[in-house]
Structure formats: C-alpha cells, structure tokens
Nanobody, 129 residues
C-alpha cells in the first residue's frame, strides 16, 4: 500500500508562488503516475496536473496551464507542484494522488477521493486578493 503525504500549503497573495510537495512511502510504486487534485468549498474535486513515472509526460487542467509545473524526483519518491501567478480561484485543499495512468487518474475527478490508487490527506492553499 502506498501512503502519500502533502506539504507546502499556506497563505499567499494573488500573483505569488508556492511549491507543494508529496512524499510517497510504503509499497513500491514503480511505474505509477502521480498527480494533484484540488477541492474548493462546495465544489467537486478537480484534476490539476499529472506526471508519468518517467517524468517525460505531463498533463494539466486548462485553468492552470502556463502557471503550474509538476515534476517528480524518483530517487526521493516525491512529486512537486510549483504554482506561480496564483489567483484567488486557486484557493482549495490540494490532494496528491497516485494511479496507474494519466487517463485513469483524470477519471478520478468528481468522485471526492473515492476512486484512485492512493490519496494524501490534503494541504490547504489560500490565495488572498
């Protein structure tokens, strides 16, 4: 079983930057895709970004393209989400997710964390205007 732990959330002004980290532990997760989702109050959990095992393939939600960058460090079993040009609409709890493919991961959207190989507990990101 894979355990995921997010960190790096906080309060930032609009236009600022944050970097989220997700550390994986437990069973080996060689070959797994890693990604990020977010959930704002009263809204469904939505896909943000994903990165393949090799790091060579990435995918982003349209709302974050050009502002967020996902990377992974296989040696450290860690995935990062670098967020720039943050907007108040980016305010949400950000969750780390592991799954078998990017396509499978994106189908986890809207299921409130009930689908997917593994989820972290989430980290709050608040962007003030």
């Amino acid at each position: 079983q894979v355990q995921l732990a997010e960190s790096g959330g906080g309060l930032v002004q609009a236009g600022g930057s944050l970097r989220l980290s997700c550390a994986a532990s437990g069973d080996t997760f060689v070959g797994y895709v890693m990604g990020w989702f977010r959930q704002a109050p009263g809204k469904e959990r939505e896909f943000v970004a994903a990165v393949s095992w090799s790091g060579g393939d990435t995918d982003y939600a349209d709302s974050v393209k050009g502002r967020f960058t996902i990377t992974r460090d296989k040696a450290q079993n860690t995935v990062y989400l670098q967020m720039a040009s943050l907007k108040p609409d980016d305010t949400a709890v950000y969750y780390c997710n592991a799954d078998y493919s990017i396509a499978t991961m994106k189908r986890n959207e809207g299921h409130g964390g009930k689908r997917g190989l593994a989820w972290g507990q989430g980290t709050q990101v608040t962007v003030s205007s």
